[in-house]
Nanobody, 115 residues
Framework: QVQLVESGGGLVQPGGSLRLSCAAS????????MRWYRQAPGKERELVAT????????RYIDSVKGRFTISRDNALNTMYLQMNSLKPEDTAVYYC????????WGQGTQVTVSS
């Protein structure tokens, strides 16, 4: 079955960087678009970034444009989110997602931006 495992979260100071990874298995990774979502305390889950199956289609929400970079390595069945210039408002649990017949989610990785 579909399995998504996020890693790379942690505590970082404002202005710092983190790189999240999402290891995928149980489906043909190279044929599906992938997404990063996040959910902050007390807020709804929001879509952060999308990458097409071959990496040629990429979209970001406005609040992360110029700071976050989504990428994927289809040979490794892994998606990444490079996060630079982090702000306290980026604090959230970050989830990777694939939509096949239904949405599948990883367990999430906590990102905390605080001094």
């Amino acid at each position: 079955q579909v399995q998504l495992v996020e890693s790379g979260g942690g505590l970082v100071q404002p202005g710092g960087s983190l790189r999240l990874s999402c290891a995928a298995s149980g489906f043909t990774f190279s044929t599906y678009a992938m997404r990063w979502y996040r959910q902050a305390p007390g807020k709804e889950r929001e879509l952060v970034a999308t990458i097409g199956s071959s990496g040629d289609y990429i979209r970001y929400i406005d609040s992360v444009k110029g700071r976050f970079t989504i990428s994927r390595d289809n040979a490794l069945n892994t998606m990444y989110l490079q996060m630079n210039s982090l702000k306290p408002e980026d604090t959230a649990v970050y989830y990777c997602n694939v939509r096949i017949t239904l949405d599948s989610w990883g367990q999430g990785t906590q990102v905390t931006v605080s001094s």
